[in-house]
Every structure is written in structure tokens, then in C-alpha cells.
């Protein structure tokens, strides 16, 4: 079947470390994003990729990193330079092009102990 | 700064009361979206506009974009326990696609 799947479900980080959460997808799909969610502030966006080897800051970049050397793989680091990083991490993909559905992941929820 | 606003922020109704929420942009909208999400769980996708005066439905959900693309709403007849969650609103802001963004989330609970 296809979809999206981002691992581990939880994660859990000393402060000061990087981590790193997974995402697949084996939809063929072009785009994909990463948002954070905290309670009430809905999804933000961290990064988002439309094409291999390129990516672009979303609205909260700092203390992130990520990556897309393959089409069906965008993982994201979170960096010790990120200052709260406990939250719900969402993985996203789609098709290139206005007016096309966005699949989810099931999300990763990160703790920083 | 958010570039889509979703109101209002929670919402608590009486089983089989009817309910709406809405979504508005500062910018035309070319693509607006519709989930649902459990708390802790991914997004579940309800439906997508594209078109100005466009409206749909899914079982008793109802969802419209206004004439200028600037503003939806979601509308949901006789709720029942089943409708309660998180509604997100998205759009598509890039250029040629690839940028999609969210309002804040209604938080929705439906009193037995």
C-alpha cells in the first residue's frame, strides 16, 4: 500500500543533542514538508522540499536541519540550537502543483528530558 | 505573523447542534484545504476547494470558498461525538505549488 510513515512514533532527547525523525513515502510524490504543532498555534511550517537535492526554510527554521537526496526520504534534525524543541512533529508529501492533496504521516512526538 | 485564520480557536457545542467554522486569507486563496486530526494523530483529509463559489459535502460536513477566494467556511449539521477533534484549514501559497500552509486549528468538542 501506498503512503507516508515518519519513525519513531516517540522520541525522546537529552537537551543538548541532535536527533534525528524519519520520513518515507512511496507515493512518487514531489513535494514534501515538515511542520511542527504545539498546542493551539495549528501547523507551522519547518521545511519543505518541491525536488530532489533542494529545499526551503518554512516559518520556523532556526535549530533545524534537513536533507533530500532521495525522492521518497526528507529527514529532519533537530539541533541542540533548537530552544524548545518538545513537540509534535508532522511529515507531509504531495504532487506538485496547486489545488493537490497533501498526505500525512502519523507524526512523531519528540521530548526533550 | 499567520497567514491563514481559522475562528474561532476551540468550540464547544451540545450534540446535534449545528456549527461552523472559518478560514480567511489576506491573499487569493488557489487551493484551500480541509483535515480533521485527532489529537496526537495525523491528518485526516475532508475535502478541497479550488474554485470561487465552490461548494461541497461529505455526510454533514459542508464546505465552502467564497466568490473572491478569499475566505471559507466549514459547516457541520446535527453534530455528533464523531466530529470532535482539530479542523485545520491549508493552502497551497507556492507559486507553482509546493508550499502548503495552515491556519491555527479549531479545536472542536461535542458534549454528549
Known amino acids: 500500500d501506498g503512503g507516508i510513515t515518519q519513525s519513531p512514533k516517540y522520541l525522546f532527547r537529552k537537551e543538548g543533542q541532535n536527533v534525528t525523525l524519519s520520513c518515507e513515502q512511496n507515493?512518487?510524490?514531489?513535494?514534501m514538508y515538515w511542520y511542527r504543532q504545539d498546542p493551539g498555534q495549528g501547523l507551522r511550517l519547518i521545511y519543505y522540499s518541491q525536488i530532489v537535492n533542494d529545499f526551503q526554510k518554512g516559518d520556523i527554521a532556526e535549530g533545524y536541519s534537513v536533507s533530500r537526496e532521495k525522492k521518497e526520504s526528507f529527514p529532519l534534525t533537530v539541533t541542540s540550537a533548537q530552544k524548545n524543541p518538545t513537540a509534535f512533529y508532522l511529515c507531509?508529501?504531495?504532487?506538485?502543483?496547486?489545488?493537490?492533496?497533501?498526505?500525512f504521516g502519523q507524526g512523531t512526538r519528540l521530548t526533550v528530558v | 505573523s499567520q497567514e491563514l485564520e481559522q475562528s474561532p480557536q476551540s468550540l464547544i457545542v451540545q450534540e446535534g447542534k449545528n456549527l461552523t467554522i472559518n478560514c480567511t486569507s489576506s491573499?487569493?486563496?488557489?487551493?484551500l484545504y480541509w483535515y480533521k486530526q485527532k489529537y496526537g494523530e495525523g491528518l485526516i483529509f475532508l475535502m478541497m476547494l479550488q474554485k470561487g463559489g465552490e461548494e461541497k459535502s461529505h455526510e454533514k460536513i459542508t464546505a465552502k470558498l467564497d466568490e473572491k477566494k478569499q475566505q471559507s467556511s466549514l459547516h457541520i449539521t446535527a453534530s455528533q461525538p464523531s466530529h470532535a477533534g482539530i479542523y485545520l484549514c491549508g493552502a497551497d501559497i507556492g507559486n507553482q505549488g509546493g508550499k502548503l500552509i495552515f491556519g491555527q486549528g479549531t479545536e472542536l468538542s461535542v458534549k454528549p
Open positions: 507515493l512518487n510524490h514531489d513535494a
Open positions: 491573499k487569493t486563496l488557489y487551493g
Open positions: 507531509a508529501s504531495s504532487i506538485m502543483g496547486q489545488g493537490t492533496e497533501a498526505f
